[in-house]
């Protein structure tokens, strides 16, 4: 690998990592303010809202200029997002307009990889940007819980700039500023990426155009035999991980009487296992195989229907590790499979395009129905419960559309040798 992909990589992390670092430092914020339970789950959905709206237009946006300048440009948005808050601009709003920045860097930062590398080496890649975003999430997520617990909080506090006063007074403020500190580092790396020199023809401006060239990859990968089942799964996947995120935090506040701190270490701890998963299905799985792990999807929502019945930290870790792997490992298959998938049938922008926004309109569908079940004062074991369950049937449902397509595609393979 050449220097520009570590220059990448670099930006990469460090962006990810202040990106989760952020949501848990803006739910002590909204905790601080105290907003009613149902806005929490509110949070993630301003941040991914801005996906979904500009799915048709961020790739074109991102193949206008140097991907190094658009990744840059996306990080110094989040940075003016953290700064809003300063001026008691609400919460979500402000994180409403770092999700603006991160759905402007998304396809830039996967974009790049097939400007810098060649095609041999971009299964690797790929490999590293997913190890490394699953690395940040862990330790974003013990990094934002550990700034805004009160040992951490009092130290940042005791900085004091001589003659200086900085208007920094409180805990979530300190902890905002080191937030900003880690987007500032990632921008300087955008800043260092290589040009790779390469530049596409004319893109298309007209906004008609744009969502009409969108919704045709769109149904195209939804038409697929093999793209269906995989964007499904995919789908299912990141909307679930997000209100589990959520489920994990108050089921750790009210199950096993966790202060909010330590309860983001659970959180990190679901992604540890994840990254098992991942790892070891990246291992096991060939592409050709990459169905049959359809299974372990339907076992990991049978599993965190047990949650309600966990009362000790002790078997709280094992449990969510558990559900981590399972997770890991069905979902890298998948996504391997839909990139490939995507790559046949259309460009890896345009796929990636249409994975971004049928995804994070799963999280905010999810997240919707999560925070009307919480404002509806639902019992957490019963929200729990109906979440295992919805996973595990959605996932049982997919295996029989996948068995209903072999099976046709059998019987038409059985009459063309008929025919023959």
């Known amino acids: 690998m050449n220097r520009g992909f570590y220059t990448i990589m670099a930006a990469q992390f460090f962006s990810s990592l202040a990106d989760n670092a952020l949501f848990f430092v803006a739910i002590a914020l909204l905790t601080s303010m105290n907003a009613p339970p149902s806005v929490t789950p509110l949070l993630k959905l301003s941040f991914v809202l801005f996906y979904v709206l500009l799915a048709a237009f961020v790739g074109a946006f991102a193949d206008a200029l140097p991907k190094g300048r658009v990744m840059f440009i ?78 951490t909080s009092s130290y940042l506090l005791g900085f004091d700039m001589p003659f200086i006063d900085t208007g920094i007074n409180t805990p979530t403020e300190a902890a905002l500023c080191v937030v900003m500190a880690i987007y500032a580092l990632a921008t300087a790396f955008n800043w260092r990426i290589p040009d790779t020199g390469v530049r596409y023809a004319h893109q298309e401006r007209n906004p008609i155009k744009l969502v009409a060239d969108f919704a045709n990859c769109s149904s ?49 701890v679901v992604a540890v296992g994840i990254a098992f998963g991942a790892a070891a299905s990246a291992r096991l799985i060939p ?101 295992g369950l919805s996973v595990a049937g959605t996932m049982w449902m997919i295996m029989k559309r996948h068995a209903a397509n072999q099976a046709e595609h059998d019987s038409l393979a059985l009459i063309g040798e008929h025919k023959h």
């Open 220 to 268: 195209m990968l939804w038409k697929d035999k093999l793209g269906q089942i995989s964007l499904a799964v995919t789908t299912l996947f990141w909307g679930a991980g997000a209100t589990l995120q959520l489920i994990v935090l108050k089921w750790a506040e009210k199950s096993l009487h966790m202060p909010y701190e330590k309860a983001t270490s659970l959180v990190g």
């Open 74 to 151: 996306a990080n110094l948005i989040k940075i003016f997002g953290c700064v809003l808050i300063f001026f008691h601009v609400h919460p979500l709003a402000a994180y409403a307009v770092v999700g603006f920045g991160a759905a402007v860097y998304s396809p830039a930062k996967y974009g790049i990889l097939t400007e810098l590398l060649p095609p041999e080496k971009l299964v690797a890649a790929n490999g590293w940007i997913e190890g490394l975003t699953v690395t940040s999430i862990i330790f974003g997520t013990v990094m934002g819980g550990a700034l805004v617990a009160s040992r």
């Open 287 to 387: 592409l050709k195989k990459s169905l049959s792990v359809i299974p372990l999807g339907i076992a990991m929502g049978v599993i965190v229907m047990c949650m309600p019945l966990v009362h000790s930290v002790t078997l709280a870790y094992p449990l969510l590790i558990l559900v981590g792997v399972l997770s890991g490992f069905f979902v890298v298959p998948m996504n391997a499979l839909l990139q490939h998938r995507g790559h046949v049938l259309m460009s890896a922008g345009h796929s990636i395009a249409v994975q971004n926004f049928n995804e994070n309109l799963s999280i905010l569908t999810m997240l919707a129905v999560y925070a009307i079940m919480i404002s509806l004062n639902l019992d957490l074991n019963i929200i729990i419960v109906l979440f």
